[in-house]
Structures are given as C-alpha cells and as structure tokens.
C-alpha cells in the first residue's frame, strides 16, 4: 500500500490520486486535517519496528503493510488540544508538547525512510537555504553573490559592489491572512537609498545582488529526471523582480526548456548531496546567458511546470510511487 | 524590433492552417488571432532559423513593409520572442500527447425514479471509470429538497464538478439555491430553465460557480446547434485531446431515465441498459471506442478547419471507409473555405478576448 501524507487541500495531491486509482493502485492519503494516532512501538526483536498509524474511524494503518511512502507536504497533527488559560507555565507546557510531537513527526519519517522506498521526506521541509546555496557553490553551479548580515554597514559596502539587490526570507517566511486579505513575503528590491533609512544593527537579513535575468527556470525534479519550464517575466515589470506578483490578465510565457548537460548534471549532484529525490528548482539565465542557481524547493508546487508544458507530472509520480512499492523489499532478520 | 536575431514562436502559441486563413492558438492565455495563411507558411518556414533582416534578405526586399507589419503583428501580440542560434535547442515545442485517468470524463444522468433507486451503483461504477465531472438533468421541474437531497450523494464522493438543469420551480427561492451552491463547492453551474427571468447569478464567494436562471424551455433531447464560435474551447487539454480524440464525444456517455446508455441524451442510438450490465461492460461495444476516436484530422471538411482544435462539435460523424475517414452529414454552420458563418452573424468575437480581430494584410507573398 502506498501511503501519502499531504494538506487536505493540495489539488496537485488529488490528480496524482486518480492516476493511482487508474492504475488500482492500494494507497491511503493522511492529511494534516485528519486526527491521527500514532503508535510506534521499539523492541529488542528484530525486524522492522511495529508502527501503527490510526485514522479514527477507519482501519489502523500497519507500518507493515505499507510498501511506499509519499511526503507531499504538511505534517501529523496533534491529536492533543493544546493547554488554554493566562498560566505562565501553560505557554511553556504547550511548546514542549509540540515539540514532543514534532519528533514524532520526525521519527515516523525516519522510520518510513529506513524500511520503506519513499518519495520526500518530512526532514525535506527544514533545507536550509545557505547551506544550499553553499553546497551549489562548492558542486560548480553559479550562486547570486549573498550576504547575511545583521549589519547596516555590511550592506552598505555590498551595495557598493553591486548596486542594485534583492531582499528575501532565508526561511520560507510565512502567510497570514487578516480579514480578507493574505499577506505573504515577497522579494523586495534593496538600493543605496532604501539602506540609508535602515538602523544600524538589526535582526539577520539576507541580500542578494539583482541578477539582470533573460528568463527564470522553474524545474520539476523527479527521481533523477528533470521537467523544466522557462518563464518569460523579464517582459512584465509586474513580474520581472518575483514572477509569483502573478500578472492574472496577461499571465507570463511559460514553455518547455531544455537545460544544458552540464548544469542538469551539477544539478543532480546537489539533489544527491541532499538525498532529495523530488522537489522544484529555481535557477535564473542572466542577460550574459549564465545560468544562475536560486534555490530548491521540495515541497514546492509542480502543476505550474505541468500543465503549461503538457508533462503529465501528476501520472509521473503515480508510476514513481507504483514503481518504488514493486521495488521495497524488507528486511526480514 | 529585433532585427539581428532569431524569431521564435513561444511553445504555447500554435499554429493552425485552414483551407482560407490561420488562427494563431495561445493556449495559455486562452486567445486567439486570425492570421493570413501565408503569415503561417513564413513563420513554420522561418521559426528559429531566421531572423526578420534575413528573411527580408530572403524575399529580396521585396517586401519589407509587410514582413515589418506582420512582425510588429506578432511581437504586439507576444506570440514571438528573439534569441541567438546556439539557444534554439533550449526551446523545445510541447509534446501534444494526450492522457486522461480514466475512460469516462463526463456522464450526463437524467434523474428518475431509477437513479433514486440506484444511485450509489451508478455513482460507484462511473467514479471506478474515472469521470470527475457530472451533469444532473431534471427533467421537470423539482423541489428544492429533492435537489438537495440527491445532492448529499456527493459529499463524500470522488466528483470534482456537478453541473445541475432543473426546470424552475416557484418554491425554489433563490436564496436557498444561493445557499445550497455556496455551501456545496462542487456545482460549477445550475441551469434553472423556464423560469419568469433570465438571469446569470455570479455571487463573489462563489469562485467560478454560477446559477443561471433562464426564461427559454430547455429542451433536453434537442441537439444544442453551434451558430458561432461561442462555444469553442481554448486550453491545452482540449487542444490536445483534439489532436487524438473527437473532443466533444470522448468519454462522455449519457444515462437516460430508464437507464439506457447514450453517447448523448440527443442521440438517438442505445448502447444498452445499466440495469442489465454493468457500465464498463457496456463501454466495450465497438461503436463507443470508434466515435471517441473519430478526430477532426479524419473529418472530411473539418480537417481543413482552422477551428479544428477548438471545435466542441457535437454533430455525430459517420465513418465513410475502411480507413478512419469521417464525414458529417448534417453542415456545419462555419464554411471553412468561404470563412463565413451562416447566419452572418459574425460572432467569432466571442471566441476572441480581444476585439475586432486584428487581421494584418494578406499580401500575396512568392512561396
């Protein structure tokens, strides 16, 4: 049986589903809705752990009778309500509940990353971006030139070298919605103008030089094989510093592309040294016709790279996924 | 304009030759634009091997106005972008291949007494087909509990759309039908026919939802005729499916009040009853497999339609060979040879975004 943990509301989640059952594939889908408890159980007999996952209402999931498993995104929630009231202790009670949890979280993925062939991973969601761009350097990918500072003059001396820059989270920020409106961070532009109002010490931010991009790549990695797309947003001030400020009425070109060997095969080798083995790559083409690494996202969204360049992703993964069950051979002591 | 380098057509925008012009099909923005055909021979001639001085160069300078204005045409419209010859390879087209999860797509049930009785089979076998889309047909006009209560069939269920057509009812307030579509995210659209006004209802929490409300008596075993191009439908998938399939008839099937199958409710021929088989057996008469793949490329006429990859046609072709030829007897009301409708109507407007169409000259170019 294939099992796949996803946010209830992933539609991409949903279309891979119904190539699963085209192909009478066994699978049940967890998403981070679903009230779940989780039994893991670790004796001095050999064998794989016995792990019990239970949906209340259905059938236990046993860790045996599961061959294939799909990260797609989100995590197991907590069954238990966090603690209410204005107790000091209680803020301190919850953090650690949570925590508790979280490395069950961690623990379930270990486990199903150990016995069981798997498709991304829950460690996947904590890639540093630094580290990242570090390890492309040092694979012979070209990285934009960064800096990570808490310093005013810092910033001031790299603007110097490279006068026009990008801010943006070093995490993957966040979303939050107050009445009807969503805020989410975006990429902002930096210049010598904007620095001078800024204090100067303040908590650690990340600068970019702005790359001068003929185009942006959006990459679909797949177990070794590359799905990739170009987008054309240079032409749409709108887009041309963050192609996600979607330009709905006259949305930016999206085609097929097809990379160079060479920066497919750096790109493998950074995919490796991370042991991802799916996720979405950002990289730019600079007016000089350098292709420049921005960052990996693993649990990023693919239908964009699908649908436009008419790649099938969503059956892609379903035969991944098939294909890894027939593949998973235990180990039996 | 770039004259120096290369000119490419992007991926998404394609091209399709008919008997008189061409239409250029950006499948992303969902547009279209008339071209002269010969525009269409210079571009599948010159596409990511020329530039536009060398193409002058080519034409003897003959032309220079007209491949300017031609030029001007395609960069305004982004359908072209330029590049140098060593990133040709960089571009690929886009493989037109077409998949679908499942062999039903869309299954139109008239509800009656049989599917009250027999819901939860019928919904279970056409689900395992794998058809995500469903049309609800009420033949008269239905309470609103009746309604609702057929639709908590759905909630659990594996549909991603539910198209309802329900006569209209004097007891069916249209705050209740407001809130039942609110609160049910699956009906994309609910036609009430026959009602005293007409109306298209598109509140602001409804997404892409919409209740139609319409004073014209709804016919459904009439063949709903294309008089213009309103109907078409632009987007990848059709696009695609087109390439390969009959894209009105393929996986799309029909269950009438007694529970016959159809290939349309219109259609006169019967493919057997679902009380006496199940659907997927049913699915395995030759006729049904040979009409889904009766495609336009083998159409006589329409294959030389630049509408072809768009059509919704719902005329039912009739194999006129051993080979996969096709023919329709009844005319299409588009004469792809004189470009005109019938009815003069004119109404290719509605396909296109943007309006009036803007044509470039068709200058007789040397081939």
């Not at chain 1, 949906?55 to 799909?70: E, H, L, V």
């Not at chain 1, 209410?84 to 949570?98: D, E, L």
């Not at chain 2, 609160?183 to 026959?194: A, F, T």
């Amino acid at each position: 049986m294939i099992v796949i943990l996803s946010s209830s509301s992933d539609f991409s989640t949903s279309q891979v589903i119904d190539w699963l059952l085209f192909y009478k594939a066994g699978f049940v889908r967890l998403s981070d809705e679903d009230a779940l408890d989780i039994q893991i159980s670790l004796t001095n007999e050999s064998g794989p752990s016995d792990t019990t996952i239970t949906c209340p209402g259905k059938d236990p999931i046993s860790f045996a009778a599961i061959n294939t498993y799909w990260y797609r995104r989100g995590f197991v929630r907590n069954t238990y309500s966090p603690l209410s009231g204005n107790n000091p202790q209680s803020t301190y009670i919850s953090r650690f509940i949570f925590e508790e949890h979280q490395a069950v979280n961690e623990a379930l993925n270990a486990l199903f990353k150990s016995d069981i062939n798997h498709l991304g991973a829950f460690k996947d969601n904590f890639l540093n971006k630094l580290d990242v761009l570090n390890a492309a350097r040092r694979l012979g990918l070209q990285i934009p030139n960064t800096l990570v500072t808490t310093q005013k003059k810092d910033i001031e001396s790299f603007i110097e070298r490279f006068p026009k820059c990008i801010t943006k989270a070093i995490t993957n920020g966040f979303t939050f919605k107050i009445k009807e409106t969503t805020y989410f961070l975006h990429t902002i532009a930096l210049d010598a103008t904007k620095v001078e109002g800024f204090p100067e010490r303040f908590p650690s931010i990340l600068v970019q030089e702005q790359l001068p991009k003929k185009y942006e790549l959006r990459i679909f990695f797949l177990k070794d094989k590359f799905y990739s797309s170009v987008i054309f947003s240079q032409n749409d001030p709108k887009t041309s510093l963050d192609f996600r400020n979607y330009n709905n009425e006259k949305p930016n070109r999206v085609c097929p592309f097809t990379l160079p060997e060479t920066i497919e095969q750096n790109l493998r080798n950074l995919m490796q040294h991370f042991d991802i083995k799916t996720g979405s790559i950002d990289l730019v083409v600079t007016e000089d016709d350098r292709f420049v690494f921005l960052e990996v996202n693993p649990i990023g969204q693919f239908r964009q790279v699908s649908n436009p360049c008419n790649y099938y992703l969503e059956e892609k993964i379903a035969k991944t996924l098939i294909d890894y069950g027939e593949k998973t051979v235990r180990a039996i002591a | 304009m770039n004259e120096t380098q290369i000119f490419k057509l992007y991926a998404c925008c394609h091209l399709v030759s008919g008997s008189t012009r061409s239409i250029i099909y950006d499948l992303q923005r969902k547009e279209c634009e008339f071209i002269p055909n010969i525009l269409a021979e210079i571009i599948e001639k010159f596409d990511g091997i020329k530039s536009i001085s060398e193409i002058k160069q080519f034409y003897e300078s003959e032309y220079d106005d007209t491949i300017d204005e031609y030029f001007s045409f395609l960069v305004n419209h982004e359908f072209i972008f330029f590049l140098a010859g060593s990133e040709n390879y960089r571009f690929p087209k886009i493989d037109l291949s077409f998949r679908q999860p499942g062999v039903l797509s869309q299954v139109t049930i008239v509800v009656d007494t049989l599917f009250d009785e027999r819901s939860q089979v019928i919904l279970a076998e056409i689900t395992e087909l794998g058809c995500r889309d469903i049309q609800l047909i009420y033949l008269t006009a239905t309470c609103f509990s009746k309604i609702a209560s057929d639709l908590e069939h759905f909630s659990q269920s594996a549909f991603n759309s539910i198209e309802i057509i329900s006569g209209y009812d004097p007891t069916l307030h249209r705050d209740e039908v407001i809130k039942l579509v609110q609160e049910s995210h699956r009906i994309s659209c609910w036609l009430i026919h026959s009602a005293p006004i007409t109306e298209r209802v598109r509140e602001q929490h409804f997404g892409m939802q919409e209740i139609i409300y319409s004073e014209k008596v709804y016919d459904a075993y009439a063949r709903p005729e294309f008089t213009n191009a309103a109907g078409f439908k632009l987007n990848i998938e059709s696009f695609t499916e087109s390439h390969h399939k009959n894209a009105f008839y393929n996986g799309r099937i029909c269950i009438d009040k007694k529970g016959e199958l159809k290939t349309a409710l219109f259609n006169q021929e019967l493919f057997g009853n679902i009380t006496e088989n199940p659907i997927r057996k049913l699915l395995e008469d030759p006729r049904i497999e040979l009409l889904w793949n009766s495609k336009k490329d083998n159409t006589a006429i329409c294959k030389e339609c630049e509408f072809r990859y768009m059509c919704q046609d719902n005329r039912l072709p009739l194999k006129i060979d051993e080979a996969e030829t096709w023919a329709h007897q009844v005319p299409c009301h588009y004469n792809p040879y004189t470009a005109e409708w019938a009815n003069e109507e004119k109404c290719i407007d509605l396909v296109l975004k943007t309006s009036p169409p803007r044509t470039p000259p068709d200058t007789e170019l040397p081939k």
